[in-house]
């Protein structure tokens, strides 16, 4: 009986393995440049239209992430999680929530992967709006 229940025991610790073998991929990797040709929100600060790199800041167990315009004088960081869609872009892509002229940094997902980012925080505007009884639509703008 013991090495029954033993054999029990190492297929499944084995599968629990092979099922978080996915969770283990990195969320995004490099740097991601995108060109956002309208204002939009992370948290509580308003970015202006233009040219920002997103990248993952080192030593945050890849839940910390900022984003940095060209001008080198917007800079935000921000908290994300890990999602995974069930496409794999061909380029990397920047997801918004929309509210009528508001929008706010959704996801991020690096090209060539299921896996990406979502902003963990909502701002208090966001939330106005929530509480308003308004509904978002989402939007994704492709980066080259």
Known sequence: MKAHSRTWSVLFSFSALILAVPLL??????????????SFMIDNTTLPPGQYTFRIM????LQVMTAIGDDNKTSVTFVVREVRDDHTPAHSEVTFRKFGNE?????IF?????MGVAV?????????????????????EEQQ
Do not use: M, P, Y
């Not at 963990?120 to 994704?140: C, D, I, N, S």
């Open 25 to 38: 991929n990195a969320q995004i990797t490099n740097d991601i440049r995108a060109h956002i040709n309208h």
């Open 103 to 107: 929008e706010f940094l959704n996801k």
């Open 120 to 140: 963990t925080e909502t701002g208090r505007e966001e939330k106005h709006l929530v509480a308003e009884g308004q509904h978002a639509t989402e939007h994704t």
């Open 110 to 114: 690096e090209a060539g992967s299921k």
């Open 58 to 61: 080192q030593n945050s167990d």
